[in-house]
């Protein structure tokens, strides 16, 4: 990660729900083309985060630049420079593979002709020509998963935000998304996403673990296992959450 400059930049943010804090005073930074895994258990805290940093949800307090937007008054300069995936993939499932596509391209506001040209490039690329006109709801979960990040892309984005985006399906199908983020992060994109499974943390630059809303550890992954002295992510995590 030579002379990146910073993404993402977040300095004491709190996010409360009534009494209950959500986001307990988070600082942390993540460079240009980046992949950046935020990991924790369910309720950590790590959604809520998302929806502050991608532009869905204002932090209670505490200081939030996305791509050198403030989240507070450009929100929209941040949700025009991000894509977003979250869990249930947000394709609709009574379009075609074509028309999901098209779209997403014009709810980014870009051209008919380059909607066009780059949905044929996309279903060659992911060798989707044959299905292009079946609906979404017919599909296997792996090509649905790899539809939505493609369409969360679309617009070359400077970050995706990826929320779990790998529930629910098998490990060479997990395998083949992550094959994907790295093409994404080799193009320039800086990907952050969110995991509870510690094997994904293997493949990130970085990685943030998250506990009951606060930030218990960040470093890279082979001086995080240096530093709890464990064997893998898994055992980092649990040295953590103890």
Same mark, same amino acid.
């Given at each position: 990660?030579?002379?990146?400059?910073?993404?993402?930049?977040?300095?004491?943010?709190?996010?409360?729900?009534?009494?209950?804090?959500?986001?307990?005073?988070?600082?942390? +930074?993540?460079?240009?083309?980046?992949?950046?895994?935020?990991?924790?258990?369910?309720?950590?805290?790590?959604?809520?985060?998302?929806?502050?940093?991608?532009?869905?949800?204002?932090?209670?307090?505490?200081?939030?630049?996305? &791509?050198?937007?403030?989240?507070?008054?450009?929100?929209?300069?941040?949700?025009?420079?991000?894509?977003?995936?979250?869990?249930?993939?947000?394709?609709?499932?009574?379009?075609?593979?074509?028309?999901?596509?098209?779209?997403?391209?014009?709810?980014?506001?870009?051209? @008919?002709?380059?909607?066009?040209?780059?949905?044929?490039?996309?279903?060659?690329?992911?060798?989707?020509?044959?299905?292009?006109?079946?609906?979404?709801?017919?599909?296997?979960?792996?090509?649905?998963?790899?539809? /939505?990040?493609?369409? &969360?892309?679309?617009?070359?984005?400077?970050?995706?935000?990826?929320?779990?985006?790998? @529930?629910?399906?098998?490990?060479?199908?997990?395998?083949?998304?992550?094959?994907?983020?790295?093409?994404?992060?080799?193009?320039?994109?800086?990907?952050?996403?969110?995991?509870?499974?510690?094997? +994904?943390?293997?493949?990130?630059?970085?990685?943030?673990?998250?506990?009951?809303?606060?930030?218990?550890?960040?470093?890279?992954?082979?001086?995080?296992?240096?530093?709890?002295?464990?064997?893998?992510?898994? +055992?980092?995590?649990?040295?953590? /959450?103890?």
């Amino acid at each position: 990660m030579v002379n990146h400059k910073n993404i993402i930049e977040v300095k004491n943010l709190v996010k409360k729900y009534g009494s209950f804090v959500a986001n307990d005073n988070l600082t942390f +930074e993540v460079k240009e083309s980046e992949i950046f895994g935020f990991l924790g258990a369910n309720g950590a805290g790590k959604t809520t985060t998302l929806k502050i940093l991608s532009g869905l949800s204002y932090p209670t307090f505490g200081d939030v630049n996305i &791509a050198g937007f403030d989240v507070y008054r450009e929100r929209e300069k941040v949700k025009r420079n991000i894509g977003y995936m979250s869990q249930k993939f947000s394709l609709y499932e009574d379009l075609t593979v074509k028309e999901n596509i098209r779209f997403y391209g014009g709810i980014y506001g870009l051209s @008919g002709r380059y909607i066009k040209e780059k949905t044929e490039d996309l279903l060659k690329r992911l060798k989707m020509e044959d299905i292009k006109d079946k609906l979404i709801n017919s599909l296997p979960l792996g090509w649905k998963q790899k539809i /939505a990040f493609s369409v &969360a892309i679309f617009h070359n984005p400077k970050i995706v935000f990826l929320d779990e985006p790998t @529930g629910g399906v098998d490990p060479i199908t997990r395998r083949d998304f992550w094959e994907m983020i790295y093409e994404a992060s080799n193009t320039g994109i800086t990907v952050f996403v969110t995991t509870h499974y510690m094997d +994904e943390a293997e493949y990130c630059d970085r990685v943030c673990i998250m506990d009951q809303g606060r930030i218990e550890a960040i470093n890279t992954p082979s001086l995080l296992k240096k530093q709890y002295n464990a064997k893998n992510m898994d +055992e980092v995590f649990i040295k953590i /959450a103890r």
